[in-house]
Antibody, heavy 117, light 110 residues
Framework: EVQLVESGGGLVQPGGSLRLSCAASGFSFSEFWMTWVRQAPGRGLEWLATIKQDGTEKFYLDSVRGRFTISRDNAKDSLYLQMNTLGAEDTAFYYC??????????WGQGTLVTVSS | QSVLTQPPSVSAAPGQRVTISCSGSSSNIGKKYVSWYQQVPGTAPKLLIYDNYKRPSGIPDRFSGSKSGTSATLDITGLQTGDEADYYCGAWDDRLNAGVFGGGTRLTVL
């Protein structure tokens, strides 16, 4: 069974940092592009970043480039999102997505990040 | 303001048909595949359509997608109360070098 389990969310103060993880199982993680998507409470979906199978190509939403870093460890079947200089506008559910936009698209259940003092 | 434009809401009676539009530009829908997602409130999104019109296994043929020029459409026939959800279109944007979504459409089955 394919599973994507996000973790690392929680309450963080403005200006703080957080590292999200996504543990993959049930498929060959190293064969797929991986993506982070977020959704602020009551708002729509927002694509954040995508990483190639071997990590050599990365793409970012302009508003998070330089603050967020996507990475992966294929030996650990894990995807990461390092988030720095967080602001209230970063409060959202963060979803890990396998091969976004293809027939193999699969979404994790998400982890909530709350930025507040 | 989303790069792809969807109507905020649509509604129809059970058994009826509804169409959800998704308007983009030459840098996204005009040259890239469109995908559609269903999100029941409180749950993660789920893939409905990929490559403009293809359905993943398990998605009933009541759901269909199409694309023409810089616009895409999701059609849902034989509406059921279980179809009440938010629907999002998505595509890659070559100019932004980023993924983009529509703002989402809330479907109400009256």
């Amino acid at each position: 069974e394919v599973q994507l389990v996000e973790s690392g969310g929680g309450l963080v103060q403005p200006g703080g940092s957080l590292r999200l993880s996504c543990a993959a199982s049930g498929f060959s993680f190293s064969e797929f592009w991986m993506t982070w998507v977020r959704q602020a409470p009551g708002r729509g979906l927002e694509w954040l970043a995508t990483i190639k199978q071997d990590g050599t190509e990365k793409f970012y939403l302009d508003s998070v480039r330089g603050r967020f870093t996507i990475s992966r460890d294929n030996a650990k079947d894990s995807l990461y999102l390092q988030m720095n200089t967080l602001g209230a506008e970063d409060t959202a559910f963060y979803y890990c997505v396998r091969d976004w936009g293809s027939r193999d698209t699969f979404w994790g259940q998400g982890t909530l990040v709350t930025v507040s003092s | 303001q989303s790069v792809l434009t969807q109507p905020p809401s649509v509604s129809a009676a059970p058994g009826q048909r509804v169409t959800i539009s998704c308007s983009g530009s030459s840098s996204n829908i005009g040259k890239k595949y469109v995908s559609w997602y269903q999100q029941v409130p409180g749950t993660a999104p789920k893939l409905l359509i990929y490559d403009n019109y293809k359905r993943p296994s398990g998605i009933p043929d009541r759901f269909s997608g199409s694309k023409s020029g810089t616009s895409a459409t999701l059609d849902i026939t034989g509406l059921q109360t279980g179809d009440e959800a938010d629907y999002y279109c998505g595509a890659w944007d070559d100019r932004l070098n980023a993924g983009v979504f529509g703002g989402g459409t809330r479907l109400t089955v009256l």
